[in-house]
């Protein structure tokens, strides 16, 4: 088996950086300048690892008390009743995402205010010519691995608008539960896993975030095939499959519902029975921290750790995503980036 050892080390550092991600992102966000404005909603633009921040947007804002709706668009065009009083936040790790870019674009020609966060690229430049505010992030990240910076910055810029989301408390206990979080509980997870080629992952409600975002971890980072089951929708359908024995064994990692969360604890009481009833590896993760966002980021944080390991344990490369490199290429041939 090859082994990846200088590629995973890459991975877990950069993974490592969390705490300090959040620091700088928060710190960047909540220094742009104050428009003086009320909009009427938030859209937030953005693909694959930069797009999940958009999840966490809406997520964390659904939790709180604001006011004004928040969209979140992975795609390559904005909702038709998009107009001059929406705040457009275009998120691009590398600031060269075609979907992302048409939207920005799109965001300008109808007068919308466009935030830009981003390391650089067509976005920057974009940003720069049409005198927006842009929030520079970190360069040398993996998309998926700026995560915590891409997310800290988009609060810190909303709340530079008066968009209050979450406070600095949060902020401050998010990097402590951060600091707590070891390489170790990743490594634990990946080996007993590392036997299975298919995987499971679900979540209830706020832990929708998770079920998805471990998913994509664990295909770029892992190359593993997995499916992620999201509750309370799939207990309409998905959970149908499980009412036969299933020929395939599949890990299934599930997260623990907050006990105040009385609809996601009995749906994930009776899920953990029929998981069990498959008779195949059932793990289940209680993300830690004394707020949402600490817990998100905290099982976040713990995806990054766990796919970067099951890489290892799989002898796969965890920084190669080169595939994706063959849709980009397909739209630069039609001058579509
Ligand atoms: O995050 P961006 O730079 O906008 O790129 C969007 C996405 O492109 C690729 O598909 C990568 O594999 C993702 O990790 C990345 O997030």
Redesign the pocket.
């Known amino acids: 088996m090859v082994n990846f050892s200088k590629e995973v080390e890459e991975m877990l550092s950069l993974y490592d950086s969390f705490p300090k991600q959040i620091e700088a992102g928060y710190k960047k966000g909540t220094s742009l300048e104050n428009l003086d404005k009320k909009f009427k909603g938030i859209i937030l633009s953005?693909?694959?690892?930069?797009?999940v921040t958009g999840d966490y947007i809406k997520t964390l804002g659904l939790n709180s008390k604001i006011d004004i709706p928040i969209e979140v668009v992975k795609g390559d065009s904005l909702p038709s009743w998009v107009n001059k009083d929406y705040l457009v936040i275009a998120?691009?790790?590398?600031?060269?995402?075609h979907e992302?870019l048409s939207c920005a674009r799109q965001a300008y020609s109808l007068g919308a205010e466009v935030i830009a966060i981003t390391s650089g690229?067509k976005l920057e430049e974009l940003a720069k010519q049409k005198g927006s505010q842009i929030v520079s992030i970190s360069k040398n990240y993996?998309?998926?691995t700026a995560i915590a910076e891409l997310v800290s910055s988009t609060l810190g810029a909303l709340k530079s608008q008066n968009i209050n989301i979450i406070n600095d408390n949060e902020i401050n206990d998010a990097i402590e539960t951060l600091k707590g979080t070891s390489r170790g509980e990743g490594l634990n997870i990946a080996n007993s896993i590392s036997d299975k080629d298919l995987y499971i992952i679900s979540g209830c409600g706020p832990y929708e975030l998770l079920a998805n975002r471990w998913r994509q971890e664990f295909s770029?980072n892992a190359k593993a095939v997995v499916k992620s089951e999201v509750y309370p929708e799939s207990a309409h359908n998905d959970i149908v499959v499980w009412q036969v024995d299933q020929k395939y064994k599949p890990a299934f990692i599930m997260f623990e519902a907050d006990k105040d969360n009385s609809l996601c604890s009995i749906l994930t009481n009776l899920l953990e029975n029929i998981y069990k009833k498959q008779g195949s590896t059932l793990i289940k993760i209680k993300p830690r921290g004394n707020n949402l966002f600490s817990k998100l980021i905290q099982g976040t944080l713990l995806a990054g750790y766990v796919s970067t390991y099951l890489a290892m344990r799989k002898g796969i490369n965890p920084t190669d995503?080169s595939i994706?490199g063959e849709?980009?290429k397909a739209l630069e041939k039609e001058n579509l980036v």
């Open positions: 953005g693909m694959g690892g930069s797009g998120i691009s790790y590398s600031g060269n995402t992302t690229g993996y998309p998926r770029e995503t994706t849709y980009k």
